[in-house]
């Protein structure tokens, strides 16, 4: 990883970002910021999704919403990516804001959104957060941060490790398409403590 030259923003919480969306008033701009998070796809991507691919399911009797994501780097283990979540908490309000925008669109064909790429980044410049940032000398700074779809990708990998306890490069890159395993390795890095967890301490060695 090459030295950064920009302080680097921390991620801020579900419920700032559920917050966040809802200063956005145009629904239809409200769900493009809610499915950027909730899916973590690359702007190009959210705007190529069909009404055909989305959809509300669930497993085990939890409902949930499920998104179908075509991946726009070539070299991606993962040209489609299905990503599907259990629709609760701040996740599961942001859904069906989304939701409630969606289900309106009637043709299966249509896209969802009707944004350029550049009009999208605009949308999102429009909300702005004071957030902890480190800077390369390593000192802890206090920005006010132009929202970017990238910036919501950094916030719903970091709740991944955080909220839901996710560890497995592997889940890290299907669900964004990443093709360098390296780089879930900064969301899930584990403390000594973590890693002693993992030793199964109540059964007994095997006689060899």
Not at 93 to 116: C, G, N, R, T
């Amino acid at each position: 990883m090459g030295k950064f030259v920009k302080p680097i923003p921390f991620p801020i919480t579900r419920p700032e970002i559920y917050e966040l969306g809802k200063k956005l008033l145009n629904e239809e701009q409200r769900a493009m910021f809610y499915t950027l998070y909730l899916t973590g796809a690359r702007v190009s991507e959210a705007l190529q999704i069909p009404r055909r691919d989305v959809r509300k399911d669930g497993v085990d009797g939890v409902p949930g919403m499920v998104f179908e994501v075509v991946t726009s780097k070539s070299k991606s283990m993962f040209p489609r990516r299905l990503l599907g979540f259990p629709i609760k908490g701040y996740e599961g309000q942001m859904a069906e804001a989304a939701w409630e925008y969606m289900d309106k669109v009637i043709d299966p064909s249509q896209k969802l959104f009707h944004f350029s790429r550049t009009r999208a980044a605009h949308i999102l410049e429009k909300l702005v957060v004071h957030v902890r940032a480190i800077a390369p000398s390593n000192e802890y700074l206090e920005i006010d941060l132009k929202i970017h779809p990238h910036y919501l990708r950094h916030c719903r990998a970091t709740h991944f490790a955080v909220y839901h306890g996710w560890n497995n490069p592997y889940d890290y890159m299907q669900w964004f398409g990443w093709t360098d395993p390296k780089r879930p390795i900064t969301y899930i890095q584990q403390n000594w403590r973590d890693l002693f967890r993992k030793f199964n301490i109540l059964e007994p060695d095997p006689i060899l």
